[in-house]
């Protein structure tokens, strides 16, 4: 019998399944799809001799993970490529502000934009360096995070600390308002505010775009040399290394609880798998609530608090493999690994705004990869693989266009969507569309069939707004991945710290996994030796 079982091999799950090898555990990693790494995989589906990442494709978090980072995933072969900047977003006009690999150039960007704004950023910097290790401690470890909470509190102290807090709160407009004179540290703000479901006018959306921003300074936003896949196949290497093993093709269609607790899983063909400690399930909090677990087995306020759950954004998304680079009017977003395309902070509001309303943008707010920039094996010399992604709503209630898309995404609305977002990127680069030697549409249905964690296409396991963080997600009063099943654990992006390559969901299911198991341990064993000394005391004498 094993010890646990993982339901889904995305990033999370091989992380815990890791973490649990580590500890001596038996584990066996159950997979729906064909192949395992969930959102982090890459193929040759849109040109043969172009690698295309199918999902996620830069890695911030996973570089700056504690998690990661003593996985040793460089003993597995991972390789990190970097483009020369990490983040450009262009301006029609041909300006462009842009996330370099050092302050110093980063700074001096934004003085070219308003005098005065280097300093500005280097202040932000030098917040960053102080504070970052016990920051990112805390917010990769289970809420609340009270040894890292504690250093983090004791570098807040002082005058400067509540001022901070204020700062980490704002919404990304106010905030780029407040530091910057300029409009590029207001864009680099917004723009990576954007990358989750914040508007610019959302609070905790100046925070989060700060974070990514000092991220991006720090760490770069690199990728993994030959694809997106090959940071999953160093995490699977490294637990088959350990005994543990991977099944794909593997959907499992039921928890067994049995007297309130995990005590297997049943497949969609119906084999029974048993464990003696644990099931981790990195899955979305909807699909195992009432879907995975039975609701005879949740109490009745969790599935309450379920049905008022948020899913962030749907995403639509094209892979291009074009026949040069990029034409950008503004020649320095070529250097860049992500490029972030809207004329202005005005424009990202009137974007989200139109999202909150249920409408398909007009002008999408685009995020776009330049691959083979990043990493010159993803395509033949002198070509870019490429991709780009905009937000759609989930519900879709209008088109702000002229195209009528209803969200049906059938053939002729995925085709209008991806001419529109494509008429966006050449409004930056001229002759871009004569550069597409190949598409690839994935619409925000076609990303849930290859992924049943990205519901509707939402890609962070739930929202990333204030009102379901921290001690709030998935629902009010969790915040761990300890569920109301003893010996069932959330490991998705659905639980804190949310959506992001980091591993911590899946790493802090497979830390209280095995807290659990030791407790319990220590009181059989305890109660063991209470009942042998009494046992010892009660036997009659001579």
């Known amino acids: 019998m094993l010890d646990a079982v993982v339901v889904g091999a995305g ?13 001596g555990w038996s584990v066996e990693v159950l997979e729906a799809q064909s192949r395992p790494g969930g959102a982090v995989r890459s193929d040759r589906g849109v040109h043969p001799d172009y690698v295309s990442d199918v999902f996620s494709a830069f890695y911030p978090l996973a570089a700056a993970s504690p998690v990661i980072q003593r996985m040793d995933l460089h003993a597995e072969g991972l390789r990190w490529a970097h483009a020369p900047s990490a983040l450009a977003h262009p301006l029609p006009d041909g300006r462009c502000a842009v996330l370099e690999r050092s302050t110093e150039a980063t700074a001096k960007g934004l003085d070219a934009f308003a005098e005065g704004d280097g300093a500005a950023w280097t202040r932000m910097c030098g917040t960053w360096d102080r504070i970052s290790t016990q920051l990112l401690d805390a917010l990769f470890t289970p809420f609340p995070p009270l040894k890292a909470g504690a250093g983090l509190a004791r570098r807040l102290r002082g005058p400067a600390g509540l001022p901070l807090v204020r700062s980490l709160v704002l919404p990304a407009r106010r905030l780029g308002e407040e530091e910057f004179r300029g409009e590029a540290g207001r864009l680099l703000l917004a723009g990576n505010a954007l990358h989750a479901d914040l508007a610019p006018e959302a609070a905790g959306s100046g925070g989060f775009g700060w974070l990514l921003c000092m991220l991006g300074q720090q760490y770069g936003f690199p990728v993994p040399v030959g694809g997106a896949g090959s940071l999953s196949a160093a995490l699977v290497r490294r ?28 497949t969609q063909s119906g084999e029974a798998i048993p464990v003696r400690r644990g099931v981790l399930a990195d899955v979305s909090a909807p699909d195992l609530y009432g879907g995975l677990v039975d609701e005879r087995h949740l109490p009745r306020r969790l599935l309450d608090s379920m049905r008022r759950f948020q899913w962030d954004f749907s995403t639509f998304k094209i892979d291009w493999a074009l026949s040069g680079p990029i034409p950008w009017t503004a020649g320095a977003a070529a250097g860049a690994g992500t490029v972030h395309l809207s004329d202005g902070v005005d424009e990202m509001t009137r974007f989200a705004a ?89 619409a925000p249905p076609t990303l849930q069939a290859m992924d049943a964690n990205l519901h509707g296409g939402a890609i962070n396991g739930g929202t ?10 998935p629902v009010p009063g969790t915040g761990r991945p300890e569920t109301p099943v003893r010996g069932l654990y959330l490991a998705s992006a659905s639980a804190h710290p949310g959506g992001g390559v980091h591993g911590a969901c899946g790493a802090n299911a497979a830390r209280a996994a095995l807290r659990s198991t030791a407790a319990t341990t220590h009181v059989l064993t305890s109660a063991q030796r209470l009942l042998s000394g009494r046992l010892r005391i009660e036997r009659p004498q001579g």
């Open 11 to 23: 990033p999370n799950g091989l992380v815990a399944a890791n973490l649990l090898a580590d500890a």
């Open 239 to 266: 637990l088959e290394r350990r005994g543990g093993t991977v099944r794909c093709g593997q959907p499992v269609r039921e928890v067994v609880v049995r007297d309130g607790r995990a005590v297997g899983v049943r």
């Open 354 to 442: 139109q999202l909150a309303q249920g409408q398909v943008p007009d002008r999408p707010f685009t995020l776009l990869g330049q691959m083979t920039t990043a990493d010159v094996s993803r395509s033949p010399l002198g070509t870019e693989s490429a991709w780009a992604y905009t937000h759609v709503p989930q519900t879709v209630t209008g088109d702000a266009g002229a195209d009528d898309i209803t969200g049906a995404w059938d053939e002729r609305e995925q085709e209008a969507m991806a001419d529109r977002v494509e008429r966006h990127v050449e409004r930056y680069a001229p002759g871009f569309r004569s550069l597409v030697r190949a598409r690839r549409i994935l």
């Open 464 to 473: 990333a707004n204030l009102h379901q963080q921290l001690v709030f997600r």
